[in-house]
């Protein structure tokens, strides 16, 4: 498996996450907060409310991260001098040489 691979895999991770989180929260504020029954419960509604920003700010994060290594693996896949694109060979003009015709068979006089 290649390195890109991996990141592939680990950036569709990262976006299944950062979508569940963000769809948690309530946009006025609420989300999961507003479910748990005020602050009566251990963490409270503040402490709910930080921890999805800060994990949507931290999973945002981890996603560019990603997203630029892996365009930095890419690219140094491809410099790579076994996977060029135009093989240098092709870039040599032919070589054309001139043929002189044949000379037709003579026919053997009669």
């Known amino acids: 498996m290649s390195t890109f691979s991996i990141f592939l895999v ?24 507003s479910s748990l029954g005020g602050s009566t419960q251990m963490g ?12 949507t700010w931290t999973l945002a994060a981890i996603l560019i991260l990603l ?12 410099s790579d001098s076994n996977s060029k694109i135009i093989d240098e060979k092709e870039n040599v003009a032919p070589k054309t040489t001139t043929k002189t015709p044949a000379k037709p068979a003579e026919t053997p006089k009669k």
């Open 10 to 33: 680990l950036i569709t991770i990262v976006c299944f996450l950062l979508i569940i989180v963000i769809m948690v929260q309530n946009p006025k504020g609420g989300g999961l907060s």
């Open 44 to 55: 409270g509604v503040q402490k709910t409310t930080d921890f999805l920003d800060k994990s």
């Open 67 to 78: 997203i630029l290594l892996s365009s930095l693996s890419f690219s140094g896949s491809m």
